[in-house]
Structure formats: structure tokens, C-alpha cells
């Protein structure tokens, strides 16, 4: 297994992780991911340690923490062997301090968390959304506050906008709070959004990221082909409203380059999809998940081997669309590209 930076920081990552969001799953979505008690959760953890993943992902809101408590039984007696994310910010509750990132609600729920996870800290804690109801300083200022007791290693967020990831960098540079060192966001070959405007800034703030979902909510499975109906047994029946929206088109023509490329390489195609991630600018880990050891060992495939330039190139023209504004300039009229060179 590669290891890489987080962004700037100093912490090691393996280039793949595991989402542990089919752990204890329950309710419309997560019941649809899978349901892994503390024994088939053991088993999932056996086999990603002995391949090398040691970091493993999870949220309270996975589940109303049925996730990280599941998680919590499945790592016992060996904490020191791995990493833990986790997330927080999403509403657990109808109440009104059961969301958010204020003082008091950060702090409850990292210690809910921990006690969760049977842990006395956390090696990454991101917020899962931007609060805009509560100053950045005040969030900033608890985080240190947390990582000052003990109780976080690093810091990083989730789903956040470019804005709103700068102004923060900014606030902690000015008072020497705790930069966020990760963004964990959703990027795949029919979801490239990321590439315009979050992983400039990554690059230029050394903020790395943590891909979820990198087989696009599920439809870079290799079930899902050109003039066939969605597989029967397929979880997007249920769940592809909860998901980022792909058109039909442009997913079809995805998946015909990945065919293509897979029976070049031998490889499937989620290992194809997946490994063109890992080849991508500011990627620290990918976040792969499982409902059973079968899934788990073919997501593992993904690393171990290289896409060829040419393959590269291939999976990017068939996965590119237009630059939303005001990006397509840059990519588009000479001047522009001469002041702003592609990230990318």
C-alpha cells in the first residue's frame, strides 16, 4: 500500500481508505449500504489492515452512530494500528443544538464520539457542512481548544465551498488556530466538479482530499451498461435521489472508456475508475467501501498497478464537461490559459 501526505500536514494516509457507512447501517439510506455487525465489521478491518488501509472513515450521523460505535467494537484492542475520521455537524436531532458547529455542539459531539468509538481521541475530525449560523472564529477557536485537550489529532471538513474553505484557512492563519489539513469531497470520472475550483485551492493551500463515493453513488460498478435496465438487485432503485445527479448520456459514455480501458489492463472497472483517482492532483485517499470481503478484495485491485498515459488521457476526454462560469475562460481563450494554467 502507498502512503501519502494529508495536504500539508505531517500524517501519513494510505492511499486507500475504508468508509465504514455500511456499518451498523439503518433507515433509507444507510439500511440500503449494508449492515455490518462488530463481527462481520472485525472481519472487514482484518482484511484492510493486512492489505495496508489503516484508516478508516465514519460519521455520528452514519446511522445516528450505530457506525462508529460498530467501528469502536471492530478495532478494540488494537487502536494503535489505525486511523480514525470521523465527521460531525449534520443534525442528530429535531432539536435546535442537535446541528451545527457551534462551541457547545462541537464539543458534545466529539465527546459523544469518542465514547462512541471507545477511543479517548481522534485522529481526524471534519465537519461534515459549513455552518453559516456560527462565526468561523468560534468554530476555530473550540477546535483548538479540542486539540489542545487531547481529544484530536487534525482537522479538515466536508462538502465545504471554495470561499468557505479559504475563509477559514485565513482566520486560523490570523489567530494560529488549527489549519484544516483535509477536504473530504465527492469526486469521480462522472463527477469532476471538484477539479474546478476545490482542488486549485487544495494544491495552492496544501489542503488534500479525501474522495467519497469515487464510483459515482454506485453507477461505476460495471453493472450498469449501455441499453440495459439498472440491475434488479441494484441500491439506486432506493437511493440515487439522495446522490450527485449524472445525466444518462455522459454516465454511458463513461462507463463505454472504462470497458475499454479495463479489457486493456484485466482489471474491472471500478479498479480502472478508481485508479484514475489515485493519479489525480491533491488526492491523498480514496474512500472505498463494502458490504461483504468479495467487494472489499476487488476494491483493494485498485492499487498496485498504473494507468498508462494514454489510458489517462482516454478516461479524461471521455469524462470531460464544460467548465461552469467563470472557469470555462481559462479553459477555453489563449489569454486566460496563459494568466490561469489548468490545475489539472
Known amino acids: 500500500m502507498e502512503y501519502r501526505r494529508l495536504g500539508a500536514s505531517g500524517l501519513k494516509v494510505p492511499a486507500l481508505s475504508f468508509g465504514t457507512g455500511t456499518f451498523g447501517g439503518s433507515g433509507p439510506l444507510f439500511g440500503h449500504w449494508g449492515n455490518s455487525d462488530a463481527s462481520e465489521a472485525r472481519r472487514l478491518v482484518d482484511i484492510c489492515l493486512e492489505a495496508g488501509v489503516n484508516l478508516f472513515d465514519t460519521a455520528d450521523v452514519y446511522s445516528n452512530g450505530a457506525s462508529e460505535a460498530v467501528l469502536g467494537e471492530a478495532i478494540k484492542g488494537r487502536r494503535d494500528a489505525v486511523l480514525i475520521s470521523t465527521k460531525t455537524a449534520l443534525p442528530m436531532g429535531e432539536g435546535p443544538a442537535d446541528y451545527g458547529s457551534s462551541r457547545s455542539r462541537l464539543i458534545r459531539s466529539v465527546d459523544a464520539a469518542l465514547r462512541r468509538l471507545g477511543t479517548d481521541y481522534i485522529d481526524l475530525l471534519q465537519l461534515h457542512a459549513f455552518d453559516a449560523a456560527t462565526p468561523i472564529e468560534e468554530v476555530l477557536s473550540t477546535l483548538d481548544d479540542l486539540v489542545r485537550a487531547g481529544k484530536l489529532r487534525y482537522v479538515g471538513v466536508s462538502n465545504f ?99 475499454t480501458v479495463a479489457a486493456e489492463t484485466g482489471k474491472t472497472v471500478p479498479q480502472v475508475a478508481i485508479n484514475w483517482l489515485l493519479r489525480r492532483p491533491t488526492v491523498s485517499s480514496v474512500i472505498i467501501g463494502a458490504r461483504n470481503e468479495e467487494q472489499l478484495r476487488q476494491n483493494l485491485g485498485a492499487v498496485g498497478w498504473t494507468l498508462t498515459p494514454e489510458q489517462m488521457k482516454a478516461l479524461d476526454a471521455a469524462s470531460a464537461v464544460t467548465a461552469p462560469y467563470p472557469y470555462f475562460p481559462y479553459r477555453r481563450q489563449e489569454g486566460f490559459t496563459r494568466l490561469n494554467p489548468p490545475a489539472v
Do not use: C, N
Not at 461505476?220 to 446522490?243: C, N, V, Y
Not at 450527485?244 to 472504462?258: Q, R, S, T
Open 161 to 259: 465551498s471554495g470561499w468557505q474553505v479559504m475563509k477559514s484557512l485565513g482566520l486560523a492563519e490570523k489567530h494560529g488556530y488549527p489549519r484544516y489539513v483535509a477536504h473530504q469531497v465527492y469526486y469521480s470520472l462522472v463527477g469532476r466538479d471538484y477539479e474546478w475550483e476545490l482542488m486549485p485551492l487544495g494544491l495552492d493551500q496544501g489542503v488534500g482530499a479525501l474522495v467519497w463515493s469515487p464510483l459515482g453513488w454506485g453507477r461505476l460498478t460495471g453493472k450498469i451498461r449501455r441499453g440495459q435496465p439498472l440491475p434488479e438487485k441494484s441500491r439506486l432503485h432506493d437511493t440515487a435521489s439522495f446522490g450527485p445527479p449524472v445525466e444518462d448520456e455522459h454516465l454511458f459514455k463513461v462507463v463505454d472508456a472504462l470497458e
